[in-house]
């Protein structure tokens, strides 16, 4: 249902959405690693935030895995209060799966983004219930210390087939979608 | 001799009246002959002017009927004109009339597009039912985690009851058989409730991930509707 060209544009997206998003700062280095979805299924602690974007051929799960760890917190919520983690965490996430849906829409015109709820990790084993297309999970280490992880996930209705170009340089900071 | 002086003078008088007679008609017809040639020539020019003026009548004739075919094609023409201008005032009444519906229909369209955006209000009340679901949702994982604790506790106590029995010996045989049942139905409560919390996080998952789509979904035809309505718009200012 899905092409492979369909799944490298996905990836590349996604490589450059979180490249992007997920960084605090212009001088932090980002490693992004491809994991089986076996490893991605056993993190069953800690939570998940879970973003969607709905075309009329397909839908695309977004989900953030993080534990409220010292260096996670330290990174995205330094000067917030404890309670604030998840919000801003949520935030963060919600401006990564912004900048996917805005390079999908030059492929897809019709795309609409949910806001982004938090789950438990334990909820990611069972994305096979939703029957993906593509499922791929990859491990993300930001300046050596933050480790977190992510999972594309993407159901198709219709056959789904397009080449993205992401070398494009971003002119913008993106859409902040307010929730 | 007077006589022959007369007779000579009137022969005289009448040869002379002959040679003056005879000089008289040839003067007259040298005359007549130059008035004939003088009448011929006329004659000819005549009959050239006739011959150039019949040419010039049968051309004017010529003319005036090329002129009368021409004048019979440009009311026929004007004719045609007419009707065809009569067909294009019909159109353009026509294509006024349309106008004013196409306006009318687009104003329609926008009206209708602004209206169903109000859908997102629709969307926006599911979403709020997915948090109230996943509310319930909540509740019920701590009911399962209390639930799971009371069962650890159960085998803790089944656990304690199975060593009291054994110090109690042959009495305590009967004790020590309901403190392995209760150690089963603990461990079978146990399997139960992991099982539950399993189904619970799928249910999570499936609720979250579907009211999103839903949420989503509502925003992608929101934006569609508002390309519409704008649309609808210019369509209409473009016809005014």
Redesign the interface.
């Known amino acids: 249902m899905i092409s492979s060209h369909a799944k490298d544009s996905i990836e590349r997206i996604f490589h450059k959405a979180a490249q992007a998003r997920l960084l605090l700062d212009s001088g932090d280095v980002c490693e992004i690693v491809a994991i089986p979805q076996g490893v991605a299924d056993a993190m069953s602690e800690g939570n998940v935030v879970v973003l969607t974007i709905s075309s009329i051929v397909f839908r695309l799960l977004l989900i953030l895995h993080f534990d409220e760890d010292a260096s996670t917190r330290e990174y995205f919520a330094k000067d917030a209060a404890n309670g604030a983690f998840q919000e801003i965490f949520s935030e963060i996430a919600n401006l990564c799966c912004g900048a996917m849906n805005q390079e999908l829409l030059q492929y897809f015109p019709d795309l609409g983004m949910s806001t982004p709820y938090v789950l438990s990790a334990r909820c990611v084993p069972h994305l096979s219930e939703l029957k993906p297309d593509y499922l791929s999970s990859y491990a993300i280490t930001i300046n050596q210390a933050v480790r977190i992880a992510a999972t594309v996930c993407v159901c198709a209705h219709q056959p789904v087939d397009f080449v993205a170009d992401v070398s494009a340089i971003e002119e913008s900071c993106g859409e902040l979608e307010l929730f | 001799m007077i006589e022959q002086y007369c007779v000579a003078a009137l022969i005289g008088s009448a040869v002379t009246a002959g040679l003056a007679l005879l000089v008289h008609k040839v003067r007259s017809s040298k005359a007549m002959l130059r008035h004939d040639s003088a009448t011929e020539d006329r004659i000819n020019t005549l009959t050239q002017d006739h011959a150039h003026q019949s040419g010039l009548i049968d051309q004017r004739e010529q003319e005036k009927q090329e002129l009368e075919s021409l004048n019979l094609q440009l009311r026929e023409d004007l004719a045609a004109q007419s009707e065809l201008l009569d067909e294009v005032r019909m159109s353009l009444k026509t294509a006024v009339q349309d106008k004013d519906q196409w306006a009318y229909q687009a104003k329609q369209i926008a009206g209708e597009a602004l209206r169903l955006k109000s859908l997102a209000a629709t969307f926006e009340r599911w979403?709020e039912q997915m948090n109230s679901l996943?509310a319930q949702n909540r509740d019920m994982h701590e009911k399962n985690q209390e639930l799971s604790s009371i069962v650890r506790h159960v085998v803790i106590v089944s656990l304690n009851a199975s060593i009291e029995a054994a110090r109690a010996g042959s009495a305590g045989r009967g004790f020590a058989v309901v403190a392995s049942e209760v150690r089963t139905l603990a461990a079978r409560s146990e399997e139960l409730s992991k099982s539950y919390?399993?189904s619970l996080?799928?249910n999570?998952?499936?609720t979250?991930?579907t009211f999103?789509?839903i949420?989503?979904?509502?925003?992608?035809?929101?934006?569609?509707l508002s390309s519409v309505e704008a649309l609808a718009n210019q369509f209409q200012s473009k016809l005014h």
């Open positions: 979403h996943m919390r399993d996080h799928r999570d998952l499936t979250t991930t999103q789509d949420q989503a979904g509502g925003k992608m035809i929101s934006a569609s």
